[in-house]
């Protein structure tokens, strides 16, 4: 196989100390692709997930080479990558057949802001990138300072309910819920958002969700269009106060469910967008 722009190998097959880094990635989910990409380090990319949409480009430019719970093993080995990236126990199966077959693996386990931020300075930290991983950082710690400065002008918090998923209905994961909490709002289900596994964040009963009374209904169905009418339409759920006032609102799964970048920019921005509206039409009242 021809080396890559930036390979390690030199001409006697041997390592060079100063590129003994990864130069051929396989990223098996998206935060780690668009993270490489702000990075400026994609060149070192030769494989991502086929649910990669951001950025657009990756598409384009790199071979899909899993989905989420399931990987081409074979052809990730024809890309002889030196490092495969990654996410959560669901993708440990696809581990460990891929160190069965002598690749090295790294996989992350994050679920709230803070591990965000710890996967990119790891991932910067293991192609030699630290510093760029910093400055990244800093940028995204920046932007989350401002939408909670932004937040902090708020007269009343509101109360938010973040569906992550209709049948069975499954509430949001911790990172989207301290999202929630820096763009100015209240989870309603903050308790829930601790559990790192979806079903263990399923409400089993639906009139929990009018019992709690959200202002606002922010809906996340990964993989298919929120439909607003179709929660109004629940039983009971009439008296919900985000029903009452037409307060249902859609964050596109790709912006807000991905633990990397993604979240930490569009997916806040946008969620702060729709609590600034409710706040400013409370203000109105």
């Known amino acids: ?32 692709t668009e993270t490489l990409y702000l990075l400026e380090e994609d060149w070192r990319i030769v494989g991502i997930s086929g649910f990669t949409v951001r950025p657009a480009r990756a598409r384009k430019e790199k071979p899909k080479v899993s989905a989420f719970t399931s990987a081409k093993v074979d052809r990730i080995r024809e890309l002889e990558p030196d490092l495969v990236l990654g996410f959560s126990d669901l993708q440990a199966d696809i581990a460990a057949d891929l160190v069965r077959h002598g690749l090295n693996v790294h996989i992350f386990n994050h ?77 309603c289900f903050e308790d829930n958002s601790r559990q790192s596994l979806a079903k263990n964040r399923i409400i089993a009963d639906p009139q929990e969700v009018v019992r709690r009374a959200p202002d606002i209904i922010l809906g996340s169905w990964c993989g298919k269009k929120f439909q607003p009418r179709n929660v109004a339409a629940r039983a009971g759920w009439g008296a919900v106060p985000a029903v009452a006032n037409q307060q249902l609102h859609e964050i596109k799964s790709s912006i807000i469910l991905q633990p990397g970048p993604a979240a930490l920019t569009d997916g806040i921005t946008a969620i702060h967008k729709v609590l600034k509206a409710w706040q400013a039409g409370t203000a109105a009242c």
């Open 1 to 32: 196989m021809n080396d890559t722009p930036g390979s390690r190998r030199n001409g006697l097959g041997l390592f060079r100390p100063e590129d003994n880094f990864p130069s051929r990635i396989v990223c098996l989910t998206e935060e780690t």
């Open 111 to 187: 679920r709230d802001i803070a591990g965000i931020f710890g996967m990119i300075s790891i991932l910067g930290g293991m192609i030699g990138c630290e510093a760029k991983a910093a400055q990244l950082c800093a940028r995204l710690a920046a932007n989350l300072d401002s939408i909670r400065a932004s937040a902090a002008q708020f007269t009343t918090r509101p109360r938010v309910y973040f569906e992550e998923w209709d049948e069975p209905m499954i509430s949001g994961i911790r990172w989207v819920s301290e999202l929630i909490g820096v763009a100015g709002g209240d989870d």
